[in-house]
């Protein structure tokens, strides 16, 4: 009999798929999900995989559209980035996954949930507090955290072994040693050693974690070797109404993109060939430990800054210390896992006010990668400066003679 | 020939005749306009002095509701405070009061503004800025700063000879060495050496302005003197929807209100029985020095503390601790003047949101001076209490769950 | 053979009582440690109960010096509180108590420490990151949160019986329906359904736990009822030196106090005798959770306000601000455990280097509950208004004459 | 007779040259005083130059290396930026130049100093709030705000006129478009129209201040076009005690560097070949207005992405936070001119504090416009890691199970 019916995150790779077959024999009837939010797959071969490994049914979903505007669209608007640096294109993918994985459940009547995601990163964590938020009755089933899985499959080898018992297939290429995290928004690399048993990596923690050792060139997907880009930069005009982008124009071959996901896709074909928005960062996660992540962000990076520059020419001065504040909030908030919690909505309720009129055109180039802004201009702020700024200096001019008068009046 | 229309805020006292008189030796049409914010005046007596002294039309305009309504309602919502301790009575009640003059000004075709306030203190900010926030093309005549009128009137004896050559009725009590300022929530006292020109108490301030003198007790107003006070305690319960009271109930003697002016009013009567709301604080004007004020706000003080109390049981820990940030930047924006400025205006509607679910029910009695609350309930917070929060416990408890096994797993 | 060695923090009640006999019986050697931290209590009585229960040795350790110089005076100097209304009292005893245990177990060379904190509350977070933070090797045992324990022990009719079989001193009187933590800085009270199993209370929870319940008048034990207290005020005035009062003089009777504990004792009694500082509210623990607490805080209610006033006298204005986000967090922080975590360690130093010139007299009265500054005086202070403060009207005037320039050159 | 000596900050420009004649023609002594902090300049022509146009003395002061060490370094350890892109070059210079020039009032016993700085921007408030907080009672000339001056000088056209008659050697290449500010750290570039006389401006103005023109290429002069720099990367790694460079190194030729000036100096070099650091922003004056500023600020960019990195290796996660939040307010005091206020002064010491510990190298290269982080070690962070973490994972782990253990005793 049955122990029920689990919904599993499913990627297609060997995790998953051992995952996949394990739940069965466990006794669950499994689900395979995946949801499209932009990374290359092949994903009819996946539902065949999944479906030759015993799921009872196969969801693979497009979330692409929801991902831009319901999730990627307000991290632009808050020009949200963690830590000065990581503009958040894992965390801000969990919700969104999870989400979908929540309403199969529902709709499939099923008990469980499960992920492949590791024991020591943030992402189970916003994965799961995304299913308890939309979902508080759900179960999740994280075997990576439960003894009789991670005790019984210590490394590489022991998944490979079990694969190959059971008919998975096996990948050919060896393991790199960087584990990755791909979508629409962006990819993420991260040392292998901070995702497995600490069995297999003690090592490597004791010959130095944060050792000068550089990520070889041959790593990144998304992004060309800036060494390796073209000469001439590319031009770009981005067009903005309430903080969000409503249009792409390149300059010179008047390429023009329109929809969400449009534009945010053009954005990253065109950063990716201009090599732009590689990181290599050391972070604190939420459970406290710093990590080493390897980003690449290559439209996402060319809209934080066109974002950055349209804001500062269209909103109120101290609108935008205050925002400021709330950004750095609703950043910790995302990273953390809690964009379902009432702060998180919140939080995002008054960003997206403070973005009213953030409203115009910005011009840029992008080479070797950088964004070079080049300028901007904005119908709110045309008006700003031609009649508003003339009573806005006479004001502030007023209130000026005001102060130096009370004190001429001692 | 006039020089135009100046609308003068007019309070019926010796300084703001003497303004009206020599604004018309200046060769101004003077507009006297009284605000009835809840002092206590005899507007009609005031009326007949305003016209006798040669007012070219005098309006007295009750603008205690909207005062209450959408001036003091806010700041309960913020539980806006100044340096943690004064409640912004005074502060408050400026944007109301400039906002109907610039409304009088824009109808009766005024080019000018003018008012009383001296040279020193926060008030004239606040003034002005709403003046010219509202009618950027507005001129604003303030008497106490201009070298003509303030080099003349060195001090209360030439505002009295003024007076009485112009036939202006002079007061027959001596001047109280406090400065008063009256409305609906509040009664602020001000040492006099505090608004005077600098000649008149150089040696006050040479000898110290903070030594320890004590106010005296007669001086309080909207208060009794704790002392003096019932030796039983009033009891009433406080109804809040949204943030905002809608209803107060005396829980002895049954006594109920239910429009806002009544149950601040209400309030006002309960609080000012008992002496509640009395302070003596040092606190820092925008323009820089410190300076010390003696206040009263018998209803606020107690809707402070009804508030509070309220909103720890209904709202969310987190979205306490963004709000309070909020709040702080509310009140000093409400400190400085800057009621209709952009940030406040969106402080306020983040505050306003925070507030959807301040809803419920606080019993407290008033005693000698104290506001003691004695429990509280709410709609909302039972939901939560019986529903909700069983799920959020075993929730967290998942999420806990979740962390600890991420370190066995290590 | 022995398990190990256990220093218990040893209350002498019921609880902790069957606590050390139960450690016993599991096979630990038990060391009782009681803190003196101003409670009432007999403690040679408790030494001998503990001694004749089978505790191995008995410390009674007089921290009350310690707690006032080392704990108190550091959240004097922040103006901590928490949620805008509690003082702190019983997080700020945590780790001055488990700082003790700690050493108690290093030199005694035991591996465990316990307590009787109960598994819902924040004592026992408080307690534990002490000591972790201080000694990272060693064990805690938390009956309270072990099943064998908690299950076996489901109310107090358990610990009775318990107590009887063991020969342990069994109370006389009925259970208060309060729970109770007592220390020099306060007494607060916490409804039992609050620190009890579920299974217990779950009728209580269902019955609406906020329900409009009054606590009853006989409840404080370090104030008087207000409505009892007597109708003249008495007089005081305390002196600060760097943001900590130094000395006390009680100004009709001319007593007075300078070292740390004779002071604080001295506000408490003072504050006790006339009711000052009782408080019931709501409040958000860590856990998430709200809670009721009921506190009473004479001394440092009155200390709050004193320090408020010197400091608002003597402090830089932008300083004030920039403290008072420090404060906040330093708030959370010691409410939430994290007294020896670096950023609270970094966030008092900061705090500490604003109160450098915080210093001066506050005059003050108590009556009926309240606390009334009548005034203020620093030798910093008038050294600002005598001198600076001339000087520093002038720069404003010349910063502000310097603004309105710029604007009239336009 | 003299009215008095007048130290001038002296840049051997037009401007200036005219300021002296004119001073002199008011009746002023003239000290000319030039800071060399690091622009690119002929100091002795500039010397001769003055003392033909009249200077009473001459001073040509060196403050290189206390401009790196007293000045950039601290904004080095608080991550120093306005509104997220601006590294605040400017910004720094100026209290380091004033200080000066009131080092030489002091000693020369000038009553007077004056500027050559307009009256639009915030380098006239920067300077002159130095000067009043370092000696208050000096007397600021700032010609381009009084009327005399400013009427007469209505363009440069008038300026011109004026140096022919007065023997002023008059540039012979035509004005440029942009105002220029040099210094060690970096050059700013503002349109002029942002810095005139308005009467000049108005046609610019009114047919839209941001509009898409686009900066010329060969504007840059600190940089290197990021199309023309070499195809070949220079890679680096820094040195970094408490959060301050000690050491740069080029791992390829092995140049090695260990002043501050020599550090500052190297980095800049390595910087402007590549072509980092170059932004083109719209940013919020202090006076309200929104201008364009056009800044290359090539090795602060490569030191504040440095430091970011070891920053965020070493610093606590928790600190980090807080820290933020000081720097946030730093850089605005900064950027408003406030370095000598007392909250700077504040701000600072708690910036310094949390620095102690920001230890370690950091290997980058620096390629196209572009800093790109390789790897980062520490000696404080390998001890953590093979130490320190292990016991704070088990820490946390027994944290979490507390928490978990909490509920589980529900």
């Known amino acids: 009999m049955s122990k029920g019916t689990v919904v599993l995150a499913y990627s297609g790779g060997l995790d998953t798929s051992c995952i996949l077959v394990w739940l069965k024999e466990q006794g669950y009837d499994v689900i395979a999900y995946m949801a499209n939010i932009g990374q290359q797959e092949d994903f009819e071969a996946a539902r065949e995989k999944a479906e030759s490994l015993g799921a009872k049914k196969v969801f693979i979903e497009d979330l692409r559209d929801e991902f831009v505007e319901e999730f990627i669209w307000p991290t632009v608007q808050a020009s949200a980035i963690y830590e000065d640096r990581y503009l958040l294109g894992t965390s801000v993918a969990r919700p969104c996954i999870a989400r979908r994985q929540i309403d199969i459940a529902r709709q499939e009547g099923a008990q469980y949930v499960s992920h492949g995601a590791t024991g020591k990163g943030n992402d189970q964590i916003r994965f799961e507090l995304t299913c308890y938020a939309l979902h508080p009755d759900i179960k999740i089933i994280a075997p990576w955290r439960i003894p009789e899985f991670y005790t019984r499959f210590r490394g590489?080898?022991?998944?490979?072994?079990?694969?190959?018992?059971?008919?998975?297939?096996?990948?050919?290429?060896?393991?790199?040693?960087?584990?990755?995290?791909?979508?629409?928004?962006?990819?993420?690399?991260?040392?292998?050693?901070?995702?497995?048993?600490?069995?297999?990596?003690?090592?490597?923690?004791?010959?130095?974690?944060?050792?000068?050792?550089?990520?070889?060139?041959?790593?990144?997907?998304?992004?060309?070797?800036?060494?390796?880009?073209?000469?001439?930069?590319?031009?770009?005009?981005?067009?903005?109404?309430?903080?969000?982008?409503?249009?792409?124009?390149?300059?010179?071959?008047?390429?023009?993109?329109?929809?969400?996901?449009?534009?945010?896709?053009?954005?990253?074909?065109?950063?990716?060939?201009?090599?732009?928005?590689?990181?290599?960062?050391?972070?604190?996660?939420?459970?406290?430990?710093?990590?080493?992540?390897?980003?690449?962000?290559?439209?996402?990076?060319?809209?934080?800054?066109?974002?950055?520059?349209?804001?500062?020419?269209?909103?109120?001065?101290?609108?935008?210390?205050?925002?400021?504040?709330?950004?750095?909030?609703?950043?910790?908030?995302?990273?953390?896992?809690?964009?379902?919690?009432?702060?998180?909505?919140?939080?995002?309720?008054?960003?997206?006010?403070?973005?009213?009129?953030?409203?115009?055109?910005?011009?840029?180039?992008?080479?070797?990668?950088?964004?070079?802004?080049?300028?901007?201009?904005?119908?709110?702020?045309l008006y700003n400066e031609e009649l508003v700024s003339l009573y806005f200096c006479v004001n502030y001019a007023k209130l000026f003679r005001l102060l130096i008068n009370c004190f001429e009046s001692f």
């Open 156 to 381: 590489r080898t022991d998944l490979m072994e079990y694969a190959q018992k059971h008919g998975i297939p096996v990948p050919v290429t060896p393991r790199a040693p960087w584990s990755m995290d791909a979508n629409l928004m962006h990819i993420r690399l991260t040392e292998y050693y901070c995702v497995l048993p600490l069995a297999e990596i003690g090592s490597v923690i004791v010959s130095g974690v944060f050792c000068l050792n550089h990520a070889p060139a041959d790593l990144y997907l998304m992004t060309k070797n800036p060494e390796d880009t073209p000469t001439n930069p590319d031009a770009l005009e981005i067009e903005f109404k309430e903080g969000v982008p409503v249009k792409v124009t390149n300059i010179k071959d008047k390429t023009s993109k329109d929809t969400p996901l449009d534009i945010f896709s053009y954005l990253n074909e065109i950063g990716g060939k201009h090599g732009v928005g590689r990181i290599d960062i050391v972070e604190n996660r939420f459970i406290g430990m710093k990590s080493r992540g390897i980003y690449e962000t290559p439209g996402g990076t060319i809209l934080f800054q066109a974002h950055l520059d349209i804001e500062a020419l269209t909103m109120d001065k101290e609108i935008r210390r205050i925002k400021q504040g709330l950004s750095i909030k609703f950043s910790e908030l995302l990273y953390n896992g809690f964009w379902y919690s009432p702060e998180c909505e919140f939080v995002r309720h008054c960003i997206a006010k403070s973005q009213e009129h953030v409203e115009g055109k910005v011009q840029l180039t992008v080479l070797k990668g950088q964004v070079y802004i080049l300028g901007r201009e904005s119908p709110k702020s």
